[in-house]
């Protein structure tokens, strides 16, 4: 067993190949967890134009997997075909590729002068710390296969696994601390929280773990299966699950403050801004609830089929569905909902992230009714193959 969790430090490891663009040293804006902070909220005060259009496309790889992990010059990738991308944010120019040994699924953190990412057991499954400047190996420490997101917090960093491990790593050299095992397999990232360290499973199970020992604190049966990482808001936490519920859960005492039936089963992440809880059901249905009166909620029908959250912008609510069926414009799955579960970054109107596979952009003025001119008559937009980095169409 204790070969099987060993921890392999690879920076003087030969096959290493200096990259021909470096990174930054060091970012300064970190993105320690999935979509940048505990409530999901990184890109709610960011503004777009009304009538986007991409500034730059870039190409790193087969599939981009999971959501982009943003510093405030450059973000980070990770790519179905076993490769960590670096990309700067101005130009959209690839700095540097680093393979590692297995498929990414939940998609990266960004800290200072390191990356952090988790493979599936395809065929390899390891935690890694690359270097920000060169994508080079810090440190690497073989683990079960994992999908879900990962979770840093100050020194240390958290992960769980498809088969139910829960685990604490040193970020200094990638030791781990401790691993327990629960019941189902983990889809969505670990939540520090001020009283412990919230892990969902697929045994539709909230589980409280002590962060000095990993030890079970407390644990929530919950009607579904929670695959999109819950939101954090000081002692109260956000989930969305499979069965179609959203819930408003008091910590430390896994009580459940409101449970809002939503119609259909929620894959993505939900967001919390100000006061307000935000939801995607899969069938398309945009929740707004108060976070203290459920009751005032409001849904909005958008006409998509839709298996990644929301994301809230200063002048409404951004969302995305799978492809479009050519003949008659219906949204058309073509891939699982964790695969799709790839959310916008945040950016300005200066900068423009790259976007997952190809999927139709959705934007609504939730105060006014509106999206793109009206909710009956959303405006999708398309990206078809590649363009320009300026924008401009290939022939």
């Given at each position: 067993m204790a070969g099987f969790w060993a921890v392999n430090a690879t920076a003087c490891a030969g096959g290493y190949a200096p990259p021909a663009k470096l990174g930054p040293p060091r970012q300064e804006t970190s993105w320690p967890t999935y979509l940048g902070t505990p409530r999901h909220d990184a890109c709610a005060a960011e503004s777009l134009n009304a009538d986007p259009r991409p500034l730059w496309h870039t190409d790193v790889g087969r599939a981009v997997r999971g959501s982009p992990a943003m510093g405030e010059t450059v973000l980070v990738v990770g790519v179905a075909?076993?490769?960590?991308?670096?990309?700067?944010?101005?130009?959209?120019?690839?700095?540097?590729?680093?393979?590692?040994?297995?498929?990414?699924?939940?998609?990266?953190?960004?800290?200072?002068?390191?990356?952090?990412?988790?493979?599936?057991?395809?065929?390899?499954?390891?935690?890694?710390?690359?270097?920000?400047?060169d994508g080079r190996t810090i440190w690497s420490t073989k683990t079960e296969s994992i999908v879900a997101p990962l979770a840093l917090d100050g020194d240390t960093l958290y992960a769980a696994t498809e088969a139910g491990t829960a685990l604490r790593l040193e970020?200094?050299?990638?030791?781990i601390v401790w691993r327990r095992r629960l019941n189902g397999a983990a889809r969505a990232a670990p939540v520090p929280a001020a009283d412990g360290i919230v892990v969902a499973t697929t045994a539709d199970t909230l589980y409280l773990l002590e962060r000095a020992t990993g030890q079970v604190r407390g644990r929530l049966v919950t009607p579904g299966a929670v695959v999109g990482a819950p939101a954090l808001d000081g002692a109260r936490l956000y989930a969305a699950t499979t069965a179609g519920r959203l819930l408003a859960i008091q910590l430390p005492g896994l009580s459940v403050a409101w449970d809002l039936a939503a119609g259909d089963a929620v894959f993505g992440a939900p967001v919390v801004?100000?006061?307000?809880?935000?939801?995607?059901?899969?069938?398309g249905t945009l929740w707004l609830v108060p976070a203290d009166r459920p009751s005032a909620a409001r849904s909005f029908a958008l006409g998509i089929t839709a298996t990644a959250g929301p994301m809230p912008v200063a002048s409404g609510v951004l969302v995305a569905?799978?492809?479009?069926?050519?003949?008659?414009?219906?949204?058309?799955?073509?891939?699982?909902?964790?695969d799709l579960d790839a959310p916008f970054g945040a950016g300005d109107q200066q900068r423009s992230t790259f976007r997952v596979a190809r999927r139709r952009f959705v934007s609504c003025d939730v105060e006014r009714g509106t999206g793109n001119g009206s909710l009956g008559q959303v405006a999708r937009r398309r990206r078809r193959g590649r363009v320009h980095r300026d924008g401009r169409p290939r022939a």
């Open positions: 075909d076993r490769v960590v991308a670096l990309v700067d944010r101005a130009t959209g120019q690839s700095l540097w590729r680093s393979r590692v040994a297995g498929t990414i699924h939940g998609g990266p953190l960004l800290d200072g002068d390191r990356v952090y990412v988790a493979t599936e057991a395809t065929p390899d499954a390891r935690v890694y710390a690359l270097r920000l400047r970020t200094d050299g990638g030791r801004t100000r006061d307000t809880v935000y939801a995607l059901a899969r069938d569905s799978g492809r479009t069926d050519e003949t008659n414009g219906l949204a058309a799955e073509r891939r699982c909902a964790a």
